[in-house]
């Protein structure tokens, strides 16, 4: 199992940057590589199940999005299908700002891995999509919200 941890600073305070984390139908506006949701239950609170792709050189790959837990400073996400792991999600208000810490764990399984990529690659490709998202989610947030 790897893990890949971020950081970043958004120049918005905590509530708005987190509403706007929160909705599933954003996912995919910030988080790279991801598509969908092709099926959605909820609204990205506790439960909300989002049907997604990720795609990998070229691979897309189906995994299932589940909300463990919802607040405004802290979200847990599970990820199910072929890739299994988590997301954790620290929402730290820093006056009028929000720095936004993210942990990924991810387990590709070896039938999988083997389609796409060693797993070297894989770990370096997941730690660039995981900083590309949250400069994405930086630009967005603090140029429309």
């Given at each position: 199992?790897?893990i890949?941890?971020?950081?970043?600073?958004i120049?918005?305070?905590?509530?708005k940057v987190?509403?706007y984390?929160?909705?599933?139908?954003?996912w995919?506006?910030?988080?790279?590589?991801l598509?969908?949701?092709?099926k959605?239950t909820?609204d990205?609170?506790?439960?909300?199940?989002?049907e997604?792709?990720f795609?990998m050189l070229s691979?897309?790959i189906?995994?299932?999005?589940?909300?463990m837990?919802?607040t405004v400073?802290?979200?847990r996400?599970?990820?199910?299908g072929?890739?299994?792991?988590?997301?954790?999600?620290?929402?730290v208000p820093e006056g009028?700002?929000t720095?936004?810490n993210i942990?990924l764990?991810?387990s590709?399984?070896?039938s999988v891995?083997?389609?796409?990529?060693d797993?070297k690659i894989?770990?370096?490709?997941?730690?660039s999509t995981?900083?590309?998202?949250?400069?994405?989610l930086?630009?967005i947030?603090?140029?429309?919200?």
């Amino acid at each position: 199992m790897g893990i890949v941890t971020r950081r970043i600073m958004i120049n918005l305070p905590t509530e708005k940057v987190y509403e706007y984390c929160r909705n599933p139908m954003t996912w995919a506006e910030w988080c790279t590589n991801l598509a969908g949701p092709n099926k959605l239950t909820g609204d990205g609170r506790v439960g909300t199940l989002a049907e997604m792709r990720f795609t990998m050189l070229s691979v897309q790959i189906p995994i299932t999005i589940e909300v463990m837990e919802d607040t405004v400073d802290f979200r847990r996400l599970i990820l199910r299908g072929a890739i299994t792991g988590g997301q954790i999600v620290d929402f730290v208000p820093e006056g009028d700002a929000t720095e936004v810490n993210i942990e990924l764990t991810y387990s590709i399984p070896g039938s999988v891995l083997r389609k796409i990529a060693d797993a070297k690659i894989i770990e370096k490709l997941v730690e660039s999509t995981l900083a590309h998202s949250l400069e994405n989610l930086k630009t967005i947030c603090e140029g429309t919200l």
